[in-house]
């Protein structure tokens, strides 16, 4: 049973991955989205020199849509009641009063976005109804409130992704993995296999430029809901996946849920492959020290249907008993396990 757990902004020497480790991870994370390759190739020349047996999984951003990089203000906080206004990057640049407006990239065309019924970002905390779709923008009413800042993930509810690409910082930051051989490189937000076999001709491409070039496994995360459409060629082509229910929460009703993740289960069972679950792992473990009742049932109830893991996102990467968490975890993996056989 896999333990794998996010290298957040509270890991701030080896000595934390050291007890990281030490309190059960199996496999750390590095996540490109938010982390930088000089504080991952620290971590990483560290646990190879010293962890040789220990898996890395690079995460890649893959098609989510965030706010980008040209947006001005360092954050922002909206309020309810609040017009804002995402829009495309050139349509931002040409903005002259660009108060209101949230520049956005997406590795597809806008008009995917243009039929949204809602903007969501955080999780589903911060709201957005839509008022007005222009061809390059979207008036938006804050119905929930919160901080906008560069980068951050926005879900489009109700979105038809037609078939998206690697982006340029996607191809970068492959390279980057497979130049420092990392194991198992994670596409998110797949739609399709056409982006699954895009990956691995890409990284085969490099098989004769890398010295000790090695083929990494290649996962795929299931969070939106073309993914599920599309589950039964994802999961052929991938290696692994990963179920994102962060991100799924907001892209699907909260009540269809449990249904897509029997179904995921029972297809994962059949194929052989791993299948991890990740986000509301141990959600209340960020900020509390005693999980629910509920979050412990989903555990035991994944080992019993078959998971071959769990992945640890907020619960490890900016909680303030992240080894705690860790270690919590891995008792209960390992007690259910038992169980289960």
Known sequence: MKLICSIGPIVKSIYDIDNMLCSGMDIPRFNFSHISYEKSEKFINYIQNKYKETKILGDI???KIRVSNIYEDKEIKVNTGQVIIFSTEDFYRKSLNKNNIVPIVYNGEFDDILEAKEILMKDGTMKFK????NKDNIKTQVVLGGIIRKEKGINAKGMKRKYTYLSSKDKKDIKWCLYKH??????SYVTGEEELKEAREYIKSFENFIENFKMPLIWAKVECREAFDKLDSIINESDGIILGRGDLKSEVNIEEIPILQRNITSKMKNSKKDLIIATYVLESLKKSQIPSISEVND?????EKGVNGFMLCGEVSISRYALNNIEFMRNLVEKYTFVKE
């Open 61 to 63: 951003q893959g098609n």
């Open 130 to 133: 839509i008022v007005e779709r």
């Open 182 to 187: 990392l194991d198992i490189i994670c596409l």
């Open 299 to 303: 555990i035991f109830n994944f080992i």
